[in-house]
């Protein structure tokens, strides 16, 4: 969540080429596996996974392709059967006491999957593209300060949505953090950033600035917290009648994760509150909470736990369609069959409800996934260019 706190250091590897893929087998049951409130429809399901990802390191320098395509069939809801490609673009250079990225991306999903963090309309199945580019920079002012700046820009589209209020848009931030580390214990650190969000189609747009400090500190070998809290103002432009209207308004913006290691296991505690951009024509005021548990029973076997819930209202306060809460609780045990085999018992149960209905919708399911996952470190953990 916090991944820009910590100090930049620079790790050497030798120059290596690398090809790690993933894949894996679902087989679910749901309840009611549009989330609806009226007339749920249960159904089997099967899920097929492909994942790859591959490039090269050096000293100095990273870049990476990855590549992902996944396949879901319905037993007695045939139209959200439905197959997701995506594809991503990493690269980095270290520059003397500089490091350039540039990081790119594609989706073609669908709005079963899309929505859930933001509009909640997930009870159709209507194909999305989005389109991501993610340019940074950082500099190591001395031994303990260091100046980090990104830009990121997103444009997303939906197809066959005419009569669902899904509408296109675009997205576009920019940031400056500055930080500095007391000790190896202890980073402080603050950041000024800018948010541009335009719906063509319903002619809204909005601006916002914010402004925020924060701290990382290692409270023990085994436990760190990651703070972020502070302001931000938005004036937004909607269409009435009359022509366009303009208003202001202004909120918290906070970010909090907290790490605990065990001999077997891990815990971590996240929540965020920040302005997410959506489908709905407009930013979403948006809390977010997570919670997520991994702890190995024995030498083969692990329970994991995740939890997440999202709470969504308008930037102004106001009242809106959009206003809901959602939660979703998963429970898995898994079983290594090999260092790269493993297989997964699973339950998952979601929660969703919209202030302006008298009833919220809820759905379980039960899933068995057979994952193969070849045993190298992931690209993050191999990269000589990764802050530490």
């Known amino acids: 969540m916090l991944g820009f706190l910590m100090p930049m250091s620079t790790l050497v590897y030798a120059e290596q080429w690398y090809l790690e893929p993933q894949a894996s087998l679902e087989v679910r049951y749901d309840d009611n596996v549009r989330l609806s409130v009226v007339d749920p429809i249960s159904s089997s399901s099967g899920i097929a996974t492909a994942e790859v990802e591959a490039g090269r390191r050096s000293e100095v320098s990273e870049i990476g392709l990855r590549g992902e395509v996944v396949a879901r069939s319905y037993a007695e809801a045939s139209d959200l059967d439905q197959t997701d490609a995506a594809l991503g673009f990493t690269s980095a250079y270290q520059w003397g006491l500089s490091r350039l990225g540039l990081d790119a991306s594609f989706d073609y999903d669908s709005t079963l999957t899309s929505e859930v963090a933001t509009s909640g309309l997930v009870q159709v199945n209507k194909r999305r593209e989005r389109v991501s580019v993610r340019p940074s920079w950082s500099y190591k002012m001395t031994s303990r300060l260091d100046a980090r700046a990104g830009l990121s820009y997103q444009e997303v589209s939906?197809?066959?949505?005419?009569?669902?209020?899904?509408?296109?848009?675009?997205?576009?931030?920019?940031?400056?953090?500055?930080?500095?580390?007391?000790?190896e214990r202890a980073t402080t650190f603050g950041r000024a950033s800018y948010a541009k969000y335009d719906a063509d189609q319903v002619d809204t747009a909005s601006n916002s600035l914010g402004v925020e400090i924060g701290a990382d500190y290692l409270l023990s070998e085994s436990m760190s917290l990651s703070t972020l809290a502070g302001l931000r103002n938005t004036n937004a432009e909607t269409p009435t009648l009359f022509g366009i209207e303009e208003t202001e308004n202004s909120g918290p913006l906070f970010q909090l994760e907290l790490k605990k290691s065990f001999d077997r296991g891990l815990l971590r505690l996240g929540a965020d509150r920040s302005l997410v951009p959506s489908s709905s024509g407009t930013l979403l005021d948006t809390t977010a909470l997570e919670a997520s548990i991994d702890y190995e029973l024995a030498?083969?076997?692990?329970?994991?736990?995740?939890?997440r819930g999202y709470r969504n209202r308008a930037p102004d306060g106001e009242s809106s369609g959009y206003d809901r809460d959602y939660l979703s609780l998963i429970p898995r045990l898994r079983h290594k069959l090999t260092e790269a085999l493993s297989v997964d018992l699973s339950y998952r149960y979601r929660w969703q409800k919209y202030d302006d209905r008298e009833k919220g919708a809820a759905s379980n399911a039960v899933y068995l996934s057979l994952r193969y996952s070849m045993p190298r470190d992931p690209l993050s953990r191999w990269s000589s260019l990764k802050s530490q």
């Open 299 to 307: 030498p083969r076997w692990s329970f994991l736990f995740s939890a």
């Open 158 to 183: 939906y197809e066959d949505v005419e009569l669902i209020p899904l509408f296109n848009y675009s997205f576009t931030t920019a940031d400056l953090t500055l930080i500095y580390a007391w000790s």
